[in-house]
């Protein structure tokens, strides 16, 4: 019997430290270290990820939306907090928890001026998207004298940063066209650091960036995925370890006869006698629609067992035929040995979307070891 009893997502914080350390190793020791903990710390518990990552010494945390950062405030972080994509609605409401906003485009940075002014704020810490080939958001080179001009008539804020966002740092085949981005970012850099008369923090890289591309460390990097212990790479892989764990159990053991199907649409027929298992687990759980129809595999003492038919809201079905196991025993869905990089890839998606799909019904359970 496994001590699994029911299906949860294990977070070991000494995974989170072995990462968070081997990624500091590829910097220099004055390059700041920002950890991304959005979308809930790609699908751990943003909390939990970013308080251990104060106390081991992260200079910075990222999230998407303001209220995400509202959450760790009120969690108690006191580390910076940058907030990439925000928008004007919640602006008054970003100064309130001494949250830092991206302003990345002319409206932006207006609204965020007039609510600045309005909230009576003096130097107040911003931070300028640059668009440097991503096409998402930011700034174009071309409007840096726009930015100049309006942080020439108010002193409500400061630049706190200048940033851009990598397109392609995880892709060998795109190097020529990443170098572009970097020394696009530096000259759109050198030209506001003149205009400005001051030097913000400046950043440009992700995880690969970090892993790929030293000269684009400047002063700080932005790592998410690497800090969970993937690192878009089988290299960098095998030396990250993955924080979550995603385990459940057998709930029932089916025996299928030839020509018996399975699960919603019949989507799965039975051509043998087969054996199957009931795990609870589903789409509203994160494991998508994706999975179903061997896209998609779990582990079972060792042994890889396809989710077969049609992935249902709460529960999956695999196949066990070749599997000697009983009703209760431990299903790995992913973990060290069983990559959540390569699960995902098998079903056309990346680590990434796997991890953050994690819903909030899945119990976190924390390993801390230290
Ligand atoms: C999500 C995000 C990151 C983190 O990227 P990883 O590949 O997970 O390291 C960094 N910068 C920006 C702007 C992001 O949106």
Redesign the pocket.
């Known amino acids: 019997m496994s001590s699994v009893k029911e299906t949860i997502l294990e977070i070991n914080l000494a995974h989170l430290t072995h990462n968070y350390n081997y990624l500091r190793s590829k910097l220099k020791p004055d390059v700041k270290l920002?950890a991304?903990v959005?979308a809930a710390g790609?699908g751990s518990d943003a909390v939990v990820m970013a308080k251990h990552l104060e106390k081991i010494g992260a200079d910075y945390f990222?999230v998407?939306y303001v209220s995400e950062g509202i959450a760790l405030r009120e969690a108690g972080i006191t580390t910076p907090i940058l907030v990439?994509?925000p928008q004007p609605i919640n602006f008054s409401v970003l100064i309130h928890y001494q949250l830092e906003p991206?302003l990345y485009s002319s409206r932006v940075l207006r609204e965020f001026i007039a609510v600045a002014e309005v909230e009576k704020q003096k130097e107040y810490p911003v931070h300028i998207?640059f668009n440097t080939g991503l096409n998402r958001i930011g700034f174009w080179e071309d409007d840096v004298e726009y930015i100049i001009d309006h942080l020439k008539k108010t002193n409500t804020i400061k630049i706190q940063s200048l940033?851009s966002?990598l397109a392609a740092?995880?892709d060998h085949n795109e190097k020529e066209f990443t170098i572009n981005q970097i020394n696009s970012f530096k000259k759109t850099a050198s030209v506001m650091i003149a205009a400005l008369g001051y030097t913000p923090i400046l950043h440009q890289?992700?995880?690969?960036?970090?892993l790929n591309y030293p000269e684009a460390h400047f002063d700080m990097v932005?790592?998410?995925?690497?800090?969970?212990g993937y690192g878009?790479e089988a290299i960098y892989d095998n030396a990250l370890k993955p924080v979550a764990s995603l385990k459940s159990i057998i709930s029932q053991i089916h025996m299928l006869e030839p020509g018996e199907t399975l699960g919603y649409n019949r989507a799965f027929k039975a051509e043998g006698f087969i054996k199957t298992a009931t795990i609870p687990i589903g789409h509203a759980d994160g494991i998508g629609r994706q999975y179903g129809n061997k896209k998609g595999f779990v582990t079972v003492h060792g042994k890889k067992a396809y989710i077969i038919g049609n992935v249902c809201m709460d529960m999956i079905m695999i196949d066990i035929t070749d599997i000697e196991c009983n009703e209760g025993d431990e299903v790995i869905i992913f973990d060290n040995t069983s990559s959540a990089a390569i699960i995902a890839e098998d079903a056309g998606t990346i680590s990434?979307e796997l991890l953050t799909a994690i819903s909030p019904r899945v119990k976190r359970v924390i390993i801390d070891n230290n």
């Open positions: 920002l991304v959005k790609y990222a998407a990439l994509h991206s998207k940033f966002h740092s995880e890289s992700n995880t690969s960036g970090v932005r790592t998410g995925i690497g800090l969970y878009n990434y």
